[in-house]
C-alpha cells in the first residue's frame, strides 16, 4: 500500500462519523421521570419492560401477534406470518466462498465490470479497464438491490436495480490509485465516478439450465457520480443549491455513495445517498449544511477535485468560496447530495429526481407502509452515523393506485423520539409548524424556509429534540402488519452514561434491532409503541426479544451489526450484517452472513455466510419467493495493490455447503468482484420456508 492508499484507507474507516454535537439529550436525562410503564434493569442487557405484544411471555406472542391486527389493504396472501425456516441453520464459519444450507445453490451474477451498455467492453481481470469502459459496466461495491419483474414473466425476467456504495482503489485500479504532484490522473477518477452510482440490469432465467444471466438489452442503464438529476420538492428552485452547473437551483449531477435502497408502490427504484459528505472539500470555512455532515476541510475521499485535466465535473468537489457568488463556484454542491434519488428503471432516457422533501441526510435505505387506498403513504428512512436519527415521511396527497413520483414532494418531513416508556412520537420538522418554530426559536435556530429546515435535516432534529440512536441502518415493514423493523447495527461512542431504553447498551459493538407499531396501525400516526426485537452480540451478550424475556442468541444464530434488512412475501425477516474487518477476523461471529428471522416467535437461524472481508447487503426475491438476489460488497476489503485477501468469486469456487470437507482459502490470486448472488433452492422450493 502506497501512503497516498493508506491515507484513503484511514479516511474511508470514518466513514460513519460522529459529527453530531447538539446537546440535545441522549434521553438517559429522563430515564428516572419517564418509567410509568417500563423498568430499567441494571443487567448488562439493559431494559426488560412489558413489551409491545403483551408481557405474557414468549410463546404468547407467537398466539397473540398474527392475530391482532387485519391484513394491510391490497396486500393479498399467501403469507406465512409465522414462517417455518426449515434449513438447517449454518455454523459459525470462515471460508473464501459462499456458504449455503443443504438444498440450496448459488449462482453470480453481474459482478463488478459486467458489460451492460454502448460497447460492451469486457472485464479486464488485470484491472485495466478504462473509465470510459467503467461506464459502461456494472459499477464496483453492490449494495441496495431491488427486482422489477416483467409481466410477462415476472418470476424469470425483470430487471435489477443494484447500487454502488464506493471503490476500494487497491482492487479497482491495475496498480491502485495514484496520485502525481498532488493530482489524480484524470482517467482514474473519471473511472471511479463510474464506478459509483446505480446500475439497472436486465436479467432472464433460462428455462433449461435455471441459470440467470444479464440481457444485453435496451433498458441496461449507468446511473453514476455525474449523471444529471433534477432536484425536486421544496428545495428546487433553493439559493442553497445554486451553482455555477444550475444557476437556478433546479439541478444536481450524480449520486454519491448509494448504500440502502429503497423502491416505490408505481414500480421506481428509491437510491439512498449515504457518506457523500467526505466527497467533498471546503478549505473557505464550512456553513452549517456542511459541517454538521462533516464534509472535509482537507481534501475529498478520494481527491477527485484534483483531478490533473481541472474539468468541470471534477473541480465542482471543491466547495470552497471561489467567486464573488454562488452561481460562480460549486460551494453548494453538496447541498446537492445526501436525498433520495428517484429512478425509473423502465424508461432509460429518464432524468433522475432528487426528491428532498424526504430529507438530507446520510440515507441508508428508504422503506414505504403498505399503501392504504384514499390515505397518506409513508416512508422510513435512517440516518447511518453515530447518534443520529430515524425519520419517516408522510406525503400529503392520498394513495390511489394512479399515483407517481411527484407524490413525494409534499408532505411532511417527521423525526423520531423514543420514550423510555415504550411510547413514541413523530416530531414534525416542518417550517410552518408551531411546535417546530416554538423549538427552533427556544434552540436559537433561525431557518429560512422549509428549503433550509430540509437542507439542514440533522439540524432541524437536534433542535425538536429527537432521540439519538446506535446508528440507523435499512428499516423493513412487515407487508401485511405493518409493523416496522430498524437495524441499529453499532455504536462506538455509546456508553454507561448516555444509554437509554432503545439504545440500551454502552459501549454498543454489536448492535440491535428495534421495533414499532404506529398507534392505530396507521402509518401516518404521530405516535407509536416499541420494543426491542434482538440484541446483538455474543451468546453472553444478546437475547432475542428481551422485553418477553427472550432466549440468548446461540451459535446457530449469534451475530453482529446488523444493517440490511427486509420482510419477503412469507413474513422472513432477513437479517444481513456488516461486522468490520477485524470484527470478522477475529470475533466470535465469523464472516459476514444473512439471517432469517420469524417475527413472531423470535427463532433466528444462519442461513448464509459469504466470502473473505466482504459484508451482506441488499436482498430481494422474485415474486414467488423462489429466486433470491442478495449482494456480497467488497470481498477482500483489507487487499493491498495486487494482494488480495479474497479472490471470489472469480477463484471459482462460487459456493459450498457446510458439510463439504474444508473451508475455501484465498490462494488463487484472482481481483475479488463485488457481485449479486441469486439463491435457489435445488428443489425448486421457496427459498427459506
Ligand atoms: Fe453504507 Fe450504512 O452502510
Ligand atoms: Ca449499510
Ligand atoms: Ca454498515
Ligand atoms: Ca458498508
Known amino acids: 500500500m502506497n501512503d497516498f492508499n493508506k491515507d484513503l484507507v484511514e479516511i474511508d474507516s470514518g466513514d460513519e462519523p460522529m459529527s453530531n454535537l447538539s446537546d440535545n439529550p441522549h434521553f438517559s436525562t429522563i430515564l428516572e421521570k419517564n418509567l410509568s410503564r417500563r423498568q430499567m434493569l441494571t443487567g448488562s442487557l439493559g431494559v426488560a419492560v412489558a413489551g409491545m405484544f403483551g408481557a405474557s411471555g414468549l410463546s404468547s406472542i407467537a398466539n397473540a401477534a398474527p392475530g391482532l391486527l387485519p391484513p394491510a389493504a391490497g396486500v393479498k396472501p399467501p403469507f406465512a406470518l409465522n414462517p417455518a425456516l426449515s434449513f438447517t441453520a449454518l455454523p459459525v464459519l470462515r471460508s473464501d466462498t459462499a456458504t449455503v444450507p443443504d438444498g440450496y445453490k448459488v449462482q453470480t451474477l453481474a459482478p463488478w465490470g459486467t458489460p451492460i451498455t454502448g460497447t460492451y467492453p469486457v472485464y479486464k481481470a488485470n484491472g485495466s479497464n478504462t473509465g ?157 449544511e456542511h459541517s454538521r455532515y462533516g464534509v472535509s476541510t482537507s481534501n475529498g475521499r ?206 454498543n459493538p454489536t448492535g440491535h434491532i428495534i421495533r414499532w407499531r404506529e398507534q392505530g396501525n396507521r402509518s401516518w400516526a404521530e405516535k407509536f409503541e416499541w420494543d426491542i426485537f434482538v440484541l446483538a452480540g455474543a451468546e453472553n451478550n444478546s437475547q432475542v426479544l428481551p422485553e418477553q424475556g427472550g432466549p440468548a442468541l446461540t451459535q446457530d444464530n449469534i451475530f453482529a451489526s446488523p444493517d440490511g434488512l427486509w420482510i419477503d412475501q412469507n413474513g422472513i425477516l432477513w437479517i444481513q450484517t456488516d461486522m468490520s474487518g477485524s470484527q470478522q477476523a477475529s470475533g466470535p461471529f465469523g464472516a459476514n452472513a444473512m439471517l432469517a428471522a420469524n417475527p413472531v416467535t423470535g427463532e433466528i437461524k444462519r442461513f448464509l455466510v459469504g466470502p473473505n472481508d466482504q459484508e451482506t447487503t441488499g436482498v430481494v426475491s422474485t415474486p414467488d419467493g423462489k429466486n433470491l438476489f442478495v449482494n456480497f460488497q467488497h470481498p477482500g476489503d483489507r487487499s493491498g495493490v495486487n494482494s488480495f485477501t479474497s479472490n471470489w468469486p472469480d477463484s471459482g469456487a462460487v459456493y459450498r455447503h457446510p458439510g463439504d470437507a474444508s473451508v475455501v482459502s484465498s490462494t488463487s490470486g484472482a481481483r475479488p468482484r463485488s457481485s449479486t448472488i441469486v439463491i435457489t433452492r435445488e428443489d425448486g422450493g421457496i427459498v427459506g420456508l
Open 302 to 507: 478520494y481527491r477527485w477535485e484534483t483531478a490533473q485535466s481541472q474539468e468541470d465535473q471534477y473541480v465542482r468537489f471543491d466547495a470552497s468560496v471561489k467567486g464573488t457568488t454562488a452561481i460562480e463556484d460549486y460551494r453548494n454542491e453538496p447541498n446537492g447530495h445526501g436525498w433520495i434519488l428517484e429512478i425509473d428503471p423502465f424508461d432509460p432516457n429518464s432524468t433522475p429526481k432528487k426528491r428532498t422533501a424526504l430529507g438530507r441526510f446520510a440515507h441508508e435505505g428508504c422503506v414505504f407502509a403498505a399503501p392504504q387506498l384514499g390515505q397518506p403513504l409513508t416512508f422510513y428512512s435512517g440516518d447511518d452515523s453515530q447518534n443520529e436519527y430515524i425519520y419517516k415521511f408522510v406525503t400529503k396527497a392520498r394513495y390511489t393506485k394512479t399515483v407517481k413520483g411527484d407524490i413525494l414532494d409534499e408532505g411532511t418531513l417527521y423525526v423520531a423520539r423514543f420514550n423510555d416508556d415504550g411510547t413514541g412520537t413523530w416530531l414534525a420538522l416542518d417550517y410552518n409548524n408551531l411546535a417546530f418554530q416554538a423549538a427552533a426559536a427556544e434552540a436559537g435556530v433561525i431557518f429560512k424556509d422549509q428549503a433550509d429546515v430540509l437542507v439542514n435535516t440533522r439540524l432541524a432534529a437536534d433542535v425538536v429534540g429527537a432521540t439519538k440512536m446506535d446508528r440507523p441502518e435499512w428499516g423493513a415493514v412487515h407487508p401485511q402488519t405493518r409493523e416496522v423493523y430498524f437495524t441499529l447495527t453499532n455504536n462506538g461512542s455509546r456508553n454507561a452514561g448516555n444509554i437509554d431504553a432503545a439504545n440500551p447498551r454502552g459501549p
Open 132 to 288: 470510459a469502459e467503467q461506464e459502461q459496466q456494472v459499477g464496483s461495491h453492490h449494495d441496495g438491490i431491488h427486482y422489477f419483474p416483467m409481466p410477462s414473466d415476472p418470476n424469470g425476467h425483470g430487471l435489477l436495480c443494484i447500487n454502488h456504495e464506493y471503490v476500494d482503489q487497491n482492487i479497482f485500479h491495475q496498480n491502485g490509485a495514484t496520485l502525481v504532484n498532488g493530482q489524480r490522473p484524470t482517467d482514474e477518477v473519471r473511472k471511479e465516478i463510474a464506478g459509483h452510482g446505480v446500475s439497472v440490469v436486465e436479467v432472464k432465467k433460462d428455462a433449461v439450465s435455471g441459470e440467470w444471466n444479464v440481457v444485453n438489452g435496451r433498458y441496461n442503464r449507468r446511473v453514476t457520480a455525474e449523471t444529471h438529476s433534477d432536484i425536486r420538492g421544496p428545495v428546487r428552485g433553493s439559493d442553497l443549491v445554486k451553482t455555477l452547473y444550475s444557476p437556478n437551483g433546479t439541478t444536481a449531477r450524480g449520486t454519491i455513495n448509494n448504500c440502502g435502497n429503497g423502491y416505490t408502490p408505481w414500480g421506481t427504484y428509491l437510491t439512498c445517498e449515504e457518506n457523500w459528505a467526505g466527497y467533498f472539500v471546503n478549505k473557505t470555512g464550512r456553513p452549517r
